[in-house]
């Protein structure tokens, strides 16, 4: 089974799916404060389920994507936060697309990925996360993001290494890298943009460091 | 006729052959198409992923770009084509800290979207000097080239008709199915394989259900997902085609088996078959 | 003594729109004193309920509580149906409005047509039948359902050959009355009356165009008006249940409820009011028409807010076996080499997608005001709501914003038969109170013929229905009228095919009349809904009407 418990001390009253807590005391001003970071109007959906069906990876999450619409309007941040759903979102945005009430719920998804990101808290889904952040510093390093440079070093990632070595996939990857490159999908060099500096000015604002 | 054009980080890479057959493609079809100067990457999914700022500037360094040149932006990676209506649109909507100055009234065509238009049909139709033998296909839109329609203007989100057309104007048969446009994972792999894994395996099942020969994408990730993903022994797999690809197929006259050679599942057998490639 | 007071006020009453609501408002205006014009787009008044084959919460026959009506909106002397018509221009004030009625050709003689079929028969141009949804077709020339009224058939102008392209003319040629008149011209007629009520009825917002759920992709995706057209005795497959693909019994059978309703982001976020119910009860008659068949309902919430709704609901769960499932559902997947479709829902125990396949998925869709009411609302300037709806007030629930039209029925909002009849009757008061001075002026009355004195001997007539194939489908008709005919006393004995019907009513007054008969017996359906019809015709042929019995012979035997 795919679905990951959370992580934490069982609490007294569980959830019978996910065994999350189901007595928390909400952040009273999260909902307010999601709306209008987001402009979505959280309020309007009537909990029909629509999205969780259409959703490709529900089974992977441990928030189905109706609940992070429920969870968000009864302000349960942590739960929220702390979630495997908002790595494993794919973006697919047929939840969005299909709501009846036009409430963006990728969207919602993507700003609490946000949110988690820049907080101070282990993703739920580590590698998921790490790749994200991987491929960003790729992209300031050339300008533009090489597939193999981007593997490469995402898998001398300590962590993920030792995770490759012993469940086997590293000789999996380099077996499909060598395919790859046999076949000229691989381009060796990254190219560098002229451009470089002004992108890792932009980067280096994002971060809120001096230039 | 010209247009700007953003090939997209993964056209240099896993998609050149991609991005030749598209060369070959626009050159036949007249039209000229203007790389867009020192592009950078769009962000993908990481970007909006980390930092929706980041996620409208990278995208906006490009369209300012463009606009310099006053060309609208042709792009054949769905994601990078819905990366910058995304930041046009967010654009248009208010303004955001970034250094760059777009002119959000470019037009930013997805490619399938541009050459299914009724006028740039009649003219592939007339291009054609190989139809494609009624090769049985069945067309693979994937996600970020539909969905949202907010973003990407395809309000038949569920059953687009772009690569179906353009298939049917060189000649291949086009099989209607319902996964379209399911997810194929995307990036997902990389870090949760067996979710690519199933999501893609499924949808080679369901094409090879509808008695198919062949795939046809045009996101370079779907075709990598497709191309590459490990089936069950003794699973069949179809080959997986960029639409481009069977566009040149049917426009040029001398057919090159060293055109296929990027796929992982070898497209030769059946195109033999079909006579469509010498042996 | 006519009535002379106020030259000015016309009591004449214009209602627009022939279905149930326009039907019982015309009805009741005609019964009270006033004189009606009944306009008709199509070729026969009926509408909507005329589709249908059972309604909720009786599982009434539509047809048969709907025919009595059509047949006394027929022979009513006070009410004019115009047919093939449509308002096209209302000037005046209330008590007094000039209107303009523009009357497209039907090609065929009203006067001469006996409805005979031969037209029909030899037509070689065949269309998909919007009566049934398009599953199944009709000629160019046609009658638009078995009991239309007025009971006359017409030309389709654009698939008609001689009429597009001046080829065949086989209609004229076999037509034994020469009632077919190519000819024929539009017509306009200027009409003066004191009273308009708007009742134009509602349309299925599904339309091939938005495709929901694979509609008019995949061909065993159907609206709820095909289904309905489906189970119905005089539909598509004769009553039964096939999937269009391949003509086979569909076992599974799904529901989607709210589709194209509640809505926000297709700008349609009203409720529809009726689909929860019409699914439940055509899936109720889907598990009659078949036991070993699966039902099951899609739905978000089931809003059952009428009298006995409630209990309909739960009869369906727990004595029909109906399986509700509440999940919205995304999208409908082909199944391609059995044209079967998946629904897949996520199923919170199992913590993965589950797929379900269905021989057939039924999509109860929401309604929209008819096609033509948007361009007739502009054209009179009453104003309406964001969704094309007739806009009324709480206090004034059948005034539009135009003094003197009102308004009924699913014009007003999405309703169902008991509310649209309710309706039409506050419609047709309101009506006639703006015209009251003007009662019984225009109308002329009813003559009863003076009953005949009785003959010593009884002369018995005995007509036994075929009720279509509902009795004779199970009761040998031919057998059951010469048994007749043994019986003491049976001066004469007849069958009809529908004897309900108008054309076979004034054929039993002559019979009647003719055969000097002084007892009837009619072995048909329901004494409940349809004795007072047949005694209206003994009266008109001047027997005493209560010496008639009906022979409930669809109830007792078939």
């Known amino acids: ?211 | 006729m010209a247009l700007s054009f953003y090939p997209g980080c993964s056209l240099e890479g896993m998609a050149n052959d991609y991005a030749r057959s598209i060369t070959a493609v626009f050159e036949d079809l007249g039209i000229d198409l203007v790389e867009i100067d020192d592009w950078s990457c769009c962000g993908s999914t990481a970007a909006h992923s980390l930092d929706e700022t980041m996620s409208v500037a990278l995208p906006a360094r490009n369209l300012a770009a463009a606009g310099e040149m006053g060309l609208d932006i042709v792009s054949p990676c769905a994601m990078c084509f819905n990366r910058l209506r995304y930041a046009q649109l967010m654009l248009k909507r208010g303004s955001f800290d970034i250094p760059w100055q777009v002119d959000t009234g470019l037009a930013v065509h997805d490619m399938t979207r541009f050459l299914a238009a009724p006028d740039m049909l009649a003219q592939i139709r007339k291009r054609v000097v190989r139809p494609l033998a009624n090769l049985k296909t069945v067309c693979y839109y994937g996600c970020q080239m539909v969905r949202p329609p907010s973003i990407t203007g395809h309000t038949d989100f569920e059953n687009p008709q772009t690569l179906d057309a353009i298939m049917g104007a060189v000649g291949a048969q086009v099989k209607d199915w319902s996964y379209k446009s399911t997810c194929c994972g995307a990036s997902i792999g990389i870090g949760r394989r067996e979710i690519r894994d199933t999501l893609t395996n499924r949808i080679l099942d369901k094409a090879a259900h509808t008695g198919a020969e062949a795939i046809v994408v045009s996101c370079p990730l779907c075709q990598a997902n497709l191309d590459t993903v490990p089936r069950r022994p003794g699973a069949g797999r179809l080959p997986v085609f960029y639409f481009t690809e069977l566009m040149r197929l049917a426009f040029r006259p001398a057919a090159e088996a060293g055109w296929f050679r990027a796929h992982l599942t070898n497209p030769l057998p059946l195109l033999n078959t079909k006579g469509l490639v010498a042996a | ?558």
């Open chain 1, 1 to 211: 089974m795919a679905n990951r418990q959370p992580s934490g001390p069982k609490p007294a009253v569980a959830d019978q799916f996910t065994g999350r807590r189901l007595i928390e005391r909400g952040h009273s001003r999260f909902l307010e404060h999601t709306q209008n970071a987001t402009g979505i109007d959280i309020g309007a959906c009537y909990q029909c389920e629509r999205c969780t069906n259409a959703c490709p990876v529900a089974r992977y999450m441990d928030i189905k994507p109706h609940q992070v619409i429920r969870y968000t309007q009864l302000g349960w941040r942590e739960a929220l936060i702390h979630s495997t759903t908002i790595w494993v979102c794919l973006s697919c945005e047929m939840c969005t697309t299909y709501c009846p009430n036009a409430v963006d719920v990728a969207g919602l998804i993507n700003h609490l990925r946000n949110t988690a990101a820049r907080l101070p808290i282990r993703p739920a889904e580590k590698e998921l996360a790490q790749f994200h952040q991987i491929f960003l510093e790729e992209l300031r390093r050339f300008g533009r993001v090489n597939e193999l440079w981007l593997m490469a070093t995402f898998n001398r990632r300590p962590d993920i290494l030792k995770k490759k070595l012993k469940d086997g996939s590293l000789k999996e990857d380099l077996s499909l890298g060598f395919n790859l490159w046999r076949r000229g999908r691989l381009k060796l060099l990254p190219h560098r943009s002229r451009g470089i500096g002004e992108i890792r000015k932009l980067y280096r604002h994002r971060h809120g460091e001096s230039d």
């Open chain 3, 1 to 558: 003594m006519k009535n002379t007071a106020h030259p000015h006020i016309s009591g004449k009453a214009l209602v627009v729109g022939g279905g149930i609501g326009g039907i019982q408002c015309a009805l009741d205006l005609a019964d009270t004193g006033f004189y009606v014009y009944l306009l008709e787009k199509s070729a026969s008044v009926g509408g909507t309920m005329a589709r249908l084959d059972k309604t909720f919460p009786t599982n009434d026959c539509s047809t048969c509580m709907i025919s009595p009506k059509l047949v006394q909106v027929a022979r009513h002397r006070n009410i004019e149906i115009l047919t093939l018509s449509r308002l096209a221009a209302l000037n005046g004030e209330p008590g007094n409005f000039r209107v303009q009625i523009e009357k497209q050709p039907r090609y065929v003689d009203q006067e001469k047509c006996i409805a005979c079929g031969a037209c029909a028969q030899k037509c070689p141009q065949k269309v998909p039948d919007p009566f049934n949804g398009g599953l199944s077709m009709r000629k160019a020339a046609y009658l638009t359902f078995p009991q239309a009224v007025p009971l006359k058939y017409a030309i389709d102008a654009q698939n008609c050959l001689y009429l597009t392209r001046g080829k065949c003319g086989l209609c004229r040629r076999i037509c034994p009355t020469r009632a077919i008149a190519y000819d024929q011209q539009p017509e306009t007629l200027e009409l003066t009356v004191g009273a308009v009520v708007l009742c134009t009825g509602f349309e299925l917002a599904l339309t091939r165009q938005n495709g929901e759920y694979g509609y008019d992709r995949y061909r065993n995706v159907v609206s709820s008006l095909q289904y309905e057209r489906m189970l119905s005795a005089t539909g598509p497959y004769g009553g039964h249940v096939r999937r269009p693909s391949d003509g086979r019994t569909p076992h599974r059978v799904a529901w989607i409820q709210c589709v194209l309703s509640r809505d926000p982001s297709r700008n349609r976020p009203f409720c529809s009011a009726v689909c929860c119910m019409h699914a439940a009860k055509q899936a109720v008659l889907t598990r009659q028409h078949d036991p070993d068949s699966q039902a099951t309902i899609y739905f978000m919430d089931v809003r059952a807010h009428g009298k006995g709704f409630d209990d309909y609901i739960e009869r369906a769960r727990a004595h029909y076996g109906v399986h509700y499932k509440r999940s919205m559902i995304s999208q409908v997947y082909l199944e391609p080499d059995s044209e079967a479709l998946i629904i897949e829902t996520f199923d919170h125990h199992l913590n993965r997608k589950v797929e379900e396949t269905y021989d057939l998925v039924v999509l109860s869709s929401g309604f929209k005001p008819s096609e033509a009411f948007g361009d007739l609302a502009k054209r009179l300037e009453i104003d309406t709501n964001p969704y094309g709806f007739a806009l009324t007030d709480f206090q004034h629930p059948v005034h539009t914003s135009r003094p003197g039209v009102f308004v009924c029925g699913a014009t007003e909002t999405p309703k169902d038969i008991p509310e649209t009849v309710i309706q039409a009757g506050a419609a047709a008061a309101e009506a006639a109170a703006l015209v009251h001075p003007a009662r019984h002026r225009d109308v002329t009355s009813e003559t009863t013929p003076p009953e005949r004195a009785l003959d010593a001997e009884p002369r018995i007539g005995v007509f036994v229905c075929h009720c279509g194939s509902n009795i004779a489908g199970v009761v040998d008709i031919e057998k059951t009228v010469a048994y007749a005919k043994t019986l003491p006393h049976v001066a004469y004995a007849d069958h009809f095919l529908f004897s309900c019907s108008n054309d076979t009513l004034q054929k039993m007054e002559a019979l009647i009349r003719d055969k000097r008969l002084n007892r009837i017996v009619v072995a048909a359906c329901s004494p409940r809904t349809h004795e007072p019809l047949f005694q209206s015709v003994l009266q008109k042929a001047g027997v005493n009407p209560y010496l008639f019995e009906l022979a409930s012979i669809r109830d007792q035997c078939s």
